[in-house]
């Protein structure tokens, strides 16, 4: 079993920047994926990153070049630095462990908000 605890939200304004950080416990050696995903109420899950067990990452087209996503593997966690933040990145952001390429995904948090305003 595998907990993740998102940290890190909260309100910004456009163009400015947010550090969201998720403590992971549990099995998490088993995941090969961990990353972030976000979701606006009626809209599918959208992937904002992930890396691997490689350490290689992949990234949403909407935050490529704006986000980067790390991973801490001593104090287990993965981090979302997120830069020239706009409008349409306000969302709620959950951070996730899997075995497979995203969409599958095994394990996830409850998610903070992220706003950003004008």
């Known amino acids: 079993h595998v907990q993740l605890v998102e940290s890190g939200g909260g309100l910004v304004q456009s163009g400015g920047s947010l550090s969201l950080s998720c403590a992971a416990s549990g099995s998490i050696a088993s995941m090969n994926f961990l990353g972030w995903f976000r979701q606006v109420p009626g809209k599918e899950r959208e992937l904002v990153a992930r890396?691997?067990?490689?350490?290689?990452?992949v990234y949403g087209d909407s935050v490529r070049g704006r986000f980067t996503i790390s991973r801490d593997n001593v104090k287990n966690t993965i981090n979302l630095q997120m830069n020239v933040l706009k409008l349409e990145d306000t969302s709620v952001y959950y951070c996730?462990?899997?075995?497979?390429?995203?969409?599958?995904?095994?394990?996830w948090g409850k998610g903070t908000l992220v706003t950003v305003s004008s």
């Open positions: 996730y462990a899997g075995r497979h390429p995203f969409p599958a995904m095994d394990y």
């Open positions: 890396v691997d067990n490689g350490g290689n990452t």
